[in-house]
């Protein structure tokens, strides 16, 4: 009895551990596997570009490298002005949301006055409806008021962000009342408080929301097609889709080069912010 | 009486509000008003025309199969993005060899523009020389026209979606994971639960708040997101991958038929307010945000 | 009559010369490239050439893009009341100009002399398109038609003659079966032709439609003749490509795709626009062969491209000077380099007769094909309300390709949607 008991122990033990090696196992390859399949656009992008056109269906080893493709790309379109446009766009969208919306946000989370619920549903309400479907209205209040192909058109509408209102919100609701008191007493005006006291401490989701923003923006696409004609206000985007349509056919080592191109600075972003990217998003409790 | 600090709070909100009323608000509500007109055209001046446009919706099979490819198109892209973001969330969170690297590879598709990824994805679907095809065909199974049969067109176009967003919502779900003590798992595990119990009774419901939020944005995107659209099907063949967005973005801006694409907005935003809300409620009864 | 052009040319440059007094006149001219990233360049030179000429002359040469966004891009500028001067835009646009009210003809403008000489000598195939209602609306310039490109080597391989490439819609299946080549089960590793049916089908399609002796369109813009039996017939003929003759991928063709799948030699033969010449000539490794499309009752294809269009709002002196820049940049020497250039066909007898072009044929055969079957070619399809009766026809030829619908079924459809939309023109 004992030593049935005991060997069944054992044997349970046994298929116990073989069996959290087999799971750590399929763990691992599913990670892996998972990982291969998301970037294989990426590689064919690499592969495509850095390789003769012949070699964009076949995929041989031996192909010769060349940076040609890049050349022809970035000599193809006027891709430092479409760089330019977008970084201006993505700044400027960025200062004025943060600006913007860590005002509103504070007074949301912070004072008290009559509306303030129905105000912040109104807020809440441009998380669902956001401007991205709202083109053909806005189209037309920006052709009003003499905007249309312009910078500032394409960012207007983004300007007060109804998710970076709320973000801050809840943020700033963490931050003990304690601290506040503290700077108040001391003669703080209301505006010197947000910005000694509410504003560092809510650095981690001003970058999370930053980075969320800025990723946003630079890829955004519908929004700067219609409102945009002429590359002096072009962003990437558009700039990108408009060399990549043509008529003529398409050919993927020169397309893949520009995307390349384009997209290389928010990839590098990435890579060097990746840490702080998440724990920025820990710490500003979006969850 | 008005008190000062009322007066502040207002000066605060001020800007923020005016221009979320005069880009979102408002639109909407004009969005509203212009679909009861018809469009003007050239010499010819927008007139009164009452329901007309939503009659004309109704009977419109274009507008009814956008609405049905846009469901299908939700149904599978927010299910699946969120498995997707969750298991890659659970894939880094702990100890694994390369978890840097495999950060990156996840994210990455975030970070390049739909526009562009369109092309090589459109390359993936080539039919005979196409990646996938010349993967299939070592296998000797024949060629498949992914984007340009309707059978496959929609769900080709949600497979991108779903690979383009994944990796975004996993950030959402990784910063939830880290919040979780690695204490109560420990124990778990050393009590013998497996992997799959300890994800069902002491995760999942402690990311719940996360996983409604990511739900709402993936919700939001799945009428966001055609950009690649454009470039793999421009929604056929015969409208078979159409979605809401860009049908709105065919009459507006290709047939230039403004009446009717505001007509189409009013749709839109109805949906999304009524998915929204229903959402927030759910979100509100499990997560108190005050 | 080239001197004469010169001549004519000069006295309207001396002419804007002597009207513009000390002010130089500035023109605003918005340009589409539609044929990948020289065209730009080319026509941003063109104009630099010409402002160093005519220092009296300012050109903004404004690159906006594809068709679809400088034909809205010009719209709201015109809206806004701030109309460029110039603006190549889609031929087939010319309708929805009008019903706008945005451009004028360039009739009132011109001398008679210049009716004559200038205007008419543009291939009618391409004027078609512009000249509405007696008048000129339009100068053709960046204009193409579809060709068949071929795969000689493939046709030897096929014990098919590589210099006689398929004539008629017959040949087309007969030598299309041979040329398609399958492995051991059964799927295709080269198939016979390639006619690309996503985006634009109606363009291609239309050429099979002219080819069987359909119009599909009246010169009015108002009607169209999509359920015609000829119009169906040639419908069924561009599914039995694949359904019936299997020469063909079955499924939707992708355009963009179509010049890598032909380099590829995943197909034998494949119809696509003469804008691809250079980009095909320079890639293929195989023996290249152009042909003009296969005939069934007659041969035929539609004209593609830009014209030039002259908007509404501007002063006769800054009109004319825009229209003697056209002058200048139709002229055989100009046109000869932008046809060599892009690809586009020339489109004047004229240009052909240049040094420049006749090298350049000697060069690339392929580029005489076009020349030679703009005999047989009519107007693009274009009709007021042009986007969406478009669209409607793409559906069309769309739901018949993937078998949604049977050819006549989704001709017959299209014709009263498109007699829907079109109904209020034709009072």
């Known amino acids: 009895m004992t030593t049935t008991a005991l060997a069944q122990d054992r044997s349970s033990s046994v298929s116990l551990s073989s069996r959290l090696e087999t799971d750590r196992i399929l763990f691992v390859v599913g990670a892996w596997a998972l990982a291969l399949v998301w970037l294989l656009p990426l590689l064919y992008a690499v592969w495509t570009a850095v390789h003769p056109s012949a070699y964009e269906t076949r995929f041989d080893l031996l192909a010769p490298l060349t940076l040609d493709n890049f050349v022809q790309a970035w000599n193809a379109a006027p891709f430092a002005r479409y760089f330019l446009n977008t970084i201006l766009l993505v700044t400027m969208i960025l200062v004025a949301q943060l600006v913007l919306c860590t005002l509103a946000g504070f007074a949301f989370a912070r004072l008290e006055f009559p509306g303030k619920n129905f105000l912040f549903t109104l807020v809440l309400l441009q998380l669902l409806v956001m401007p991205d479907i709202l083109i053909v209205r806005n189209y037309a209040t920006m052709s009003a008021l003499g905007l249309v192909d312009t910078i500032l058109a394409i960012g207007l509408p983004y300007f007060a962000s109804g998710f970076a209102i709320f973000l801050l919100r809840q943020t700033f609701k963490t931050i003990p009342k304690e601290l506040d008191e503290a700077a108040r007493i001391e003669g703080c005006s209301l505006l010197g408080l947000m910005w000694r006291v509410y504003v560092p401490l809510a650095k981690p989701t001003m970058l999370a929301f930053g980075l969320v923003s800025v990723s946003h923006h630079w890829n955004n696409f519908i929004w700067p097609l219609i409102i945009t004609s002429s590359a002096e206000t072009r962003p990437l985007t558009v700039g990108l889709s408009i060399f990549a349509t043509t008529d003529s056919g398409v050919q993927w080592s020169i397309i893949n080069a520009a995307t390349l191109i384009t997209s290389g600075p928010l990839l590098i972003g990435f890579l060097l912010f990746q840490r702080q990217f998440v724990q920025s998003f820990m710490r500003a409790g979006i969850k | ?235 056929g063949p015969n409208n078979a991958s159409i979605l809401l967005l860009y049908y709105i973005y065919d009459q507006g801006f290709r047939f230039w038929d403004t009446a009717y694409a505001a007509t189409l907005t009013v749709v839109m935003v109805a949906i999304l307010c009524v998915v929204g809300i229903g959402q927030f409620f759910l979100l509100d009864r499990r997560v108190h945000y005050r | 009559m080239r ?166 819609w017959e040949e087309l299946v007969e030598m299309g079966k041979k040329l398609t080549v399958r492995d051991d089960s059964g799927n295709a590793t080269q198939w016979g032709i390639r006619i690309p049916s996503s985006g634009f089908p109606y363009w291609p399609f239309q050429a099979l439609a002219i080819a069987n002796g359909a119009e599909l369109m009246n010169e009015a813009g108002t009607e169209v003749y999509f359920d015609q039996p000829a119009v169906v017939e040639a419908l069924e003929f561009f599914v039995d490509l694949s359904k019936e003759h299997e020469i063909m991928a079955p499924g939707i063709v992708d355009w963009g795709a179509t010049p890598k799948a032909f380099l590829d030699g995943e197909t034998a033969m494949a119809i696509t626009t003469t804008g691809n010449l250079t980009n095909i000539r320079t890639n293929a490794t195989f023996d290249l062969g152009v042909a003009m499309l296969p005939k069934n009752k007659q041969y035929g294809v539609a004209t593609g491209g830009g014209d030039f269009f002259l908007f509404k709002g501007h002063g006769e002196e800054e009109t004319r000077a825009a229209i003697d820049f056209v002058k200048w940049a139709t002229a055989p020497e100009q046109a000869a380099a932008w046809s060599i250039a892009t690809g586009y066909v020339a489109p004047r007898p004229d240009i052909w007769e240049t040094e420049k072009m006749k090298a350049y044929v000697e060069e690339a055969p392929g580029a005489l094909v076009a020349r030679n079957q703009l005999e047989h070619a009519v107007a693009e399809f274009s009709v007021y309300e042009n986007a969406r009766v478009r669209q409607i026809l793409n559906d069309a030829i769309a739901a018949a390709i993937v078998g949604d619908k049977t050819p006549e079924q989704a001709l017959s459809d299209a014709q009263s949607e498109a007699d829907e939309v079109l109904k209020i023109y034709r009072q």
């Open chain 2, 1 to 235: 009486m008005i008190k000062r600090e009322w007066i502040h709070a207002w000066l605060l909100l001020a800007p923020a509000l005016l221009l979320l009323f005069a880009f979102t608000h408002l639109p909407a509500v004009q969005t509203v008003f212009d679909s009861f007109w018809s469009t003007p055209r050239g010499r010819r001046p927008a007139v009164f025309v009452g329901l007309d446009n939503y009659q004309r919706m109704l009977a419109d099979p274009i507008f009814i199969k956008a609405m049905v490819n846009n469901a299908i198109y939700a149904l599978i892209t927010i299910p699946a993005s969120i498995a997707l973001a969750l298991s890659m969330a659970l894939f880094v969170s702990g100890k694994i060899r390369g978890r840097g690297t495999l950060r990156m590879a996840y994210f990455t598709p975030t970070v390049l523009p739909l526009i562009a990824v369109a092309n090589i994805w459109l390359f993936f679907y080539l039919p005979g020389f196409g990646l996938f095809d010349q993967i299939r065909g070592l296998f000797g199974f024949g060629p498949i026209n992914w984007v340009g049969q309707p059978t496959t067109a929609l769900y080709a176009i949600t497979a991108v979606t779903i690979w383009n967003q994944a990796g975004f919502f996993m950030i959402f779900f990784l910063a939830a994971l880290q919040t979780i003590p690695e204490s109560l798992r420990e124990a778990a595990a050393l009590e013998g639960a497996s992997r799959w119990t300890i994800f069902w009774r002491i995760t999942w419901p402690l990311i719940m708040p996360t996983t409604l939020f990511v739900s709402v944005n993936a919700t939001i995107n799945a009428f966001r997101m055609v950009d690649h659209v454009f470039i793999m099907t421009q929604g």
């Open chain 3, 3 to 168: 001197h004469l052009l010169k001549t004519s040319t000069l006295s309207g440059a001396l002419l804007g010369l002597s009207m513009s007094t000390a002010l130089a006149v500035d023109l605003e001219f918005y340009f589409p490239v539609a044929v990948g990233g020289d065209a730009a360049a080319t026509i941003q030179a063109m104009t630099e050439e010409y402002m160093s000429a005519n220092p009296d002359v300012n050109i903004n040469a404004i690159y906006t893009g594809s068709y679809a966004d400088t034909t809205t891009r010009a719209i709201t500028a015109a809206r806004g009341g701030n109309p460029p001067h110039l603006a190549i835009l889609s031929a087939v646009d010319v309708f929805m100009l009008i019903d706008e009210d945005l451009i004028e003809t360039w009739d009132q403008h011109l001398s008679e002399e210049e009716l004559k000489n200038w205007v008419g000598g543009f291939y009618d195939a391409f004027r078609a398109n512009t000249h509405k209602e007696g008048k000129t609306w339009g100068i053709p310039f960046q204009r193409s038609t579809p060709v068949m490109y071929y795969n000689k080597d493939a046709f030897k391989e096929a014990g098919l003659d590589p210099e006689s490439p398929p004539a008629t």
